[in-house]
């Protein structure tokens, strides 16, 4: 069985304590730490910028999966890069250079991920396939946790496993994954899993559990 990746998103976590909520989560299991960073702009909502990657870089040697929800996009980078992020992942609606975008993320010596909203048809990465390491593909529309499953999410990330081939890239689905909906995307290629209410529910001592009963449904 091929690995897969659990990243608790931290926009669910308990912010009053945050560094906490993230050691918490380390501990319990998970196998990356995913950032949503959003400006109000691009989505409706307002969340996190750079520094607050700087301040949680020290407590986790967990893989750092930032998911850019801004636009523009590309000032930001270096920031991000600086920070602490490991994976940096840009939305392909978020600005007319996709390609120029993921150029500088490899450049900046991180790995370069490209997230599609749920209406972003997966044609648009047919040209990008060489200069990505991730794909993002949303199951809810972005902006906020705890939404439902979208799921036209499912036969999309079997598109995206099709496009991909042998290529080195990680699927990863974001937006109301829970152990029910696990399954279908795992099957369909997903091999890193956005969860974000259905990790941070219950109680730091409920994460382990939690975490654990998405991995093995999946
Ligand atoms: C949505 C974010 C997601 C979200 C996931 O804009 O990108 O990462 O926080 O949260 P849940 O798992 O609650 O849908
Ligand atoms: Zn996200």
Redo the contacts with the bound molecule.
């Keep these: 069985m091929s690995s897969l990746f659990i990243a608790p998103?931290i926009?669910?976590s308990d912010f009053a304590r945050f560094g906490e909520e993230v050691q918490a989560i380390d501990r319990a299991g998970a196998d990356w730490v995913?950032v949503?960073v959003m400006d109000g702009h691009f989505?409706p909502n307002i969340s996190f910028g750079p520094e607050v990657v700087r301040a949680i870089r020290p407590l986790t040697p967990k893989i750092l999966d930032v998911?850019l929800?801004i636009a523009p996009v590309d000032p930001y980078l270096p920031a991000f890069a600086e920070a602490g992020a490991d994976i940096i992942t840009v939305h392909a609606e978020a600005g007319p250079h996709l390609h120029r975008t993921l150029q500088a993320i490899r450049g900046l010596g991180k790995k370069a991920g490209v997230a599609l909203n749920p209406a972003t048809p997966v044609s648009v990465l047919e040209h990008v396939l060489d200069d990505v390491d991730l794909i993002l593909i949303m199951s809810?529309n972005?902006?906020?946790?705890?939404?439902s499953f979208i799921p036209s999410a499912v036969e999309k990330v079997a598109k995206v496993r099709a496009l991909v081939g042998e290529r080195p890239v990680v699927i990863e689905v974001?937006?109301?994954?829970t152990s029910e909906t696990a399954p279908a995307v795992a099957r369909a290629g997903a091999r890193a899993l956005?969860?974000?209410?259905?990790v941070f529910r219950g109680g730091a001592a409920a994460y382990a559990d939690n975490i654990s009963a998405i991995r093995k449904a999946a």
Excluded: E, N
Excluded at 142 to 147: E, M
Excluded at 174 to 177: L, N, P, S
């Design positions: 998103s926009l669910a995913h949503d989505v998911h929800m809810v972005p902006g906020f946790g705890g939404q974001d937006g109301g994954v956005v969860a974000g209410s259905a």
